[in-house]
C-alpha cells in the first residue's frame, strides 16, 4: 500500500510511494530522481546492473514532473534528503509530463509571477507556494475554531445583490434575467439583519467582490472575507473578539505548521500578543503629520500615512474614533459627538487588515444617515424594514483573508496567497 513520503523511514524496510520527479541526476552507474508528494521529497536510487530492464526503461521514459510510483528496499544514508533512499525493485510511469515544462518546480530557474499564475498549477506544486496554502488552511480553520468555540453561528450569505452594500460604483453588475443585479461587495447588510432575527452571534467566511481598478501588491477584485457581526455589544467587543481571533490563528499556524513555517524560511514566526494597542483616528494624523505627511480631520489615511504609523507602533494595533464622514452610513455615531464615530480599522505596520464598528441600530437615525451619504432609502428596504421590529445593539468586522495570510508570511504580493488570483487584468486560469 503507498505510503506518505514523509512516513517513510530505514525502519520500513519496504515501501511503497508515488508522485512527481522533482529532479533527476544521471552520474553513469547510478541515477537519481527526487520524488515529490504533498509530504515531502525522497530519494530514489537506481543502481543501473543490479535493477530490471523495465526499472531502467521506465528511468529512461520518467521526465521532470512526471507521477510515478516505485516500489522497493528502503535504505538509510546520509547524503540522501531526510537521511534515506528507495532502491526500487518496481517502477512504473503512471503520466509522463511533456517537455520543457513552461517553468521550473525546483526553482532553480526563475519566473515572474505572472508566468507562475499562468501556469499555476505547475508552480503550486512548489514546496514553498504548496506551503503559503497549507498555512492559510490552518489558518481559517483556526478561525472557525475559535469562533464556534465562542458561540457564534457560521452562515452564508448571498452573492448576488440588488442593491449596494454601502453605495458608489464599486459593483459588478450582472445579467439576472430581467432584474438588475450585482456581485455583492459585502456581507454586512445581511449580517445585521439576521442580529433582527435574534442569532446574537453570527459569522461568515466567503467571496466578496470589488470593482475598484487598483493595480497594487495589495489588492484584488475578488477576495475572501472573515466577517462577524455580535448582538448586545460596541466596538469594544468587537475589537476584543478580533484580536484574540487572529492572536488565536497565529498560534494555531505556530502550533501545526512548523514544517511549512521552514520551509518559508520563517524560523522565528512570533504569535501577536494581546490586546493589541488602540491609538485615535486623531492620533494617527497627529504621527503622520509631524513625521512629514501632513493630513487633516476627515482625510482618509494614505499608504505613506499608514506606513508611518506602522513603523511608528511596530505591531498589530488598532485606529478606532473615525470621522464620521469617513465610514458607511450603518456606522454608528457617539451621541455627544456626531462627527465622530465608534468605527475601528484593525492595522499590521504594513497595512489594514480589518475594518469594524458598532453599528447603527436605531431606524430614524440610521434613515438619515442613508440620505446624508446621498442615496435614497427606498433602495435599501429590504435592510432597513428589521430596524422597525426590534433591532438590538450589535457591532462586527470583517477581516481580510488574503491580507492575514499575506502579512503573517511576509509575502510581497497578495496574488502569492491566492490560489486562482482576480484582478482587473487576470480572469483566468
Same mark, same amino acid.
Given at each position: ?161 440588488? #442593491? ?58 475578488? #477576495? ?13 467587543? #468587537? ?191
Amino acid at each position: 500500500m503507498r505510503i506518505p513520503i514523509q512516513n517513510v523511514t530505514p525502519e520500513c524496510e519496504r515501501a511503497e510511494i508515488a508522485g512527481w520527479v522533482h529532479e533527476e541526476r544521471d552520474l553513469g552507474g547510478l541515477t537519481f530522481l527526487l520524488v515529490r508528494d504533498r509530504t515531502g521529497i525522497l530519494q530514489v536510487t537506481i543502481p543501473k546492473k543490479k535493477v530490471s530492464p523495465e526499472v531502467l526503461a521506465a528511468v529512461k521514459e520518467a521526465s521532470r514532473e512526471s507521477v510515478i510510483s516505485c516500489e522497493g528496499v528502503v535504505k538509510a544514508t546520509e547524503k540522501a534528503p531526510g537521511g534515506r533512499e528507495l532502491v526500487p525493485d518496481t517502477l512504473k510511469v503512471i503520466s509522463r509530463a511533456a517537455t520543457p515544462l513552461p517553468l521550473d518546480v525546483s526553482e532553480k530557474v526563475p519566473a515572474d509571477l505572472d508566468t507562475r499564475l499562468d501556469n499555476r498549477y505547475l508552480d503550486l506544486r512548489k514546496p514553498r507556494v504548496n506551503a503559503i496554502f497549507l498555512i492559510r488552511n490552518a489558518a481559517l480553520r483556526a478561525v472557525s475554531e475559535y469562533l464556534w468555540d465562542h458561540h457564534f453561528t457560521q452562515v452564508q450569505t448571498p452573492k448576488i445583490v440588488a #442593491a449596494a452594500t454601502e453605495g458608489g460604483t464599486e459593483l459588478f453588475p450582472l445579467a439576472y434575467f430581467d432584474k438588475e443585479a450585482f456581485l455583492n461587495q459585502s456581507p454586512q447588510l445581511y449580517k445585521q439583519m439576521l442580529m433582527s432575527a435574534g442569532f446574537d452571534r453570527v459569522f461568515e467566511i466567503g467571496p466578496i467582490f470589488r470593482a475598484e481598478e487598483h493595480n497594487t501588491v495589495r489588492h484584488l477584485n475578488e #477576495a475572501t472575507s472573515i466577517d462577524i457581526e455580535m448582538s448586545f455589544a460596541d466596538e469594544q467587543d #468587537a475589537m476584543k473578539v478580533l484580536e484574540e481571533t487572529v492572536s488565536y490563528a497565529y498560534g494555531k499556524v505556530a502550533d501545526t505548521c512548523s514544517n511549512e513555517l521552514a520551509v518559508l524560511g520563517l524560523n522565528d514566526f512570533e504569535v501577536p500578543k494581546t490586546p493589541f494597542p488602540r491609538i485615535t483616528y486623531q492620533e494617527a494624523v497627529d504621527i503622520a503629520t509631524a513625521k512629514g505627511e501632513a493630513l487633516v480631520f476627515g482625510d482618509d489615511l494614505s499608504t505613506a500615512a499608514e506606513k508611518i504609523v506602522g513603523d511608528e507602533m511596530g505591531t498589530m494595533y488598532f485606529i478606532t474614533e473615525w470621522p464620521s464622514s469617513t465610514r458607511p452610513f450603518y456606522t454608528m455615531p457617539f451621541e455627544d459627538r456626531p462627527e465622530v464615530c465608534r468605527a475601528f480599522d484593525m492595522m499590521h505596520p504594513r497595512m489594514e487588515l480589518s475594518s469594524g464598528a458598532q453599528r447603527c441600530h436605531i431606524y430614524d437615525l440610521l434613515v438619515s444617515q442613508i440620505k446624508a451619504k446621498g442615496l435614497n432609502p427606498d433602495a435599501f428596504e429590504f435592510y432597513l424594514n428589521p430596524f422597525r421590529y426590534g433591532m438590538p445593539p450589535h457591532a462586527g468586522w470583517g477581516l481580510g483573508a488574503e491580507r492575514l495570510v499575506m502579512t503573517m508570511l511576509d509575502l510581497q504580493n497578495i496574488r502569492e496567497g491566492v490560489l486562482f488570483p482576480r484582478d482587473r487584468h487576470r480572469v483566468s486560469p
